[in-house]
């Protein structure tokens, strides 16, 4: 089984998943429920991740493919040996952690976007 929960502030949507993330249901759950914007910036936060086979690494792999900018988050263990054996560890953004400070993860993909994400109030030092 696999749960998501989906936040959105501005452009930057942060989807957490906790379960399976495999063939059948839940890969699908996940295609369907995540936003492909080439505008948006998404955080996947995968530290709830139980178990992930191809269909869940070819449904973040076509989330890339869309153009949106993804970042995957705080990878499980299972999740960490599964984008290692495969090589796509280079291929996919990764960082520790990053939806639990995200005022400095807004800031930090800022650059990425420019002036079009307009955070006021915010600046380098936190909210």
């Known amino acids: 089984m696999l749960n998501i929960a989906i936040e959105?502030?501005?452009?930057v949507v942060t989807?957490?998943?906790q379960g399976r993330l495999v063939c059948g249901l839940e890969s699908?759950?996940?295609s369907a429920a995540v936003p492909r914007d080439k505008r948006d910036i998404i955080l996947v936060?995968?530290?709830?991740?139980?178990?992930?086979?191809?269909?869940?690494?070819?449904?973040?792999?076509?989330?890339?493919a869309a153009g949106a900018y993804l970042r995957l988050v705080d990878p499980s263990e299972t999740v960490r040996q599964v984008l290692r054996l495969t090589n796509l560890h280079s291929v996919f953004d990764i960082s520790e952690s990053e939806c639990?400070?995200?005022p400095g993860a807004l800031l930090a993909l800022k650059d990425h976007l420019g002036p079009e994400l307009h955070l006021p109030g915010w600046s380098r030092g936190g909210v």
């Open 15 to 17: 989807v957490r998943c």
């Open 28 to 30: 699908a759950l996940f």
């Open 45 to 64: 936060d995968l530290s709830g991740i139980t178990a992930i086979d191809a269909a869940g690494i070819g449904a973040l792999i076509s989330l890339r």
């Open 100 to 102: 639990r400070k995200l």
């Open 8 to 11: 959105s502030a501005r452009r």
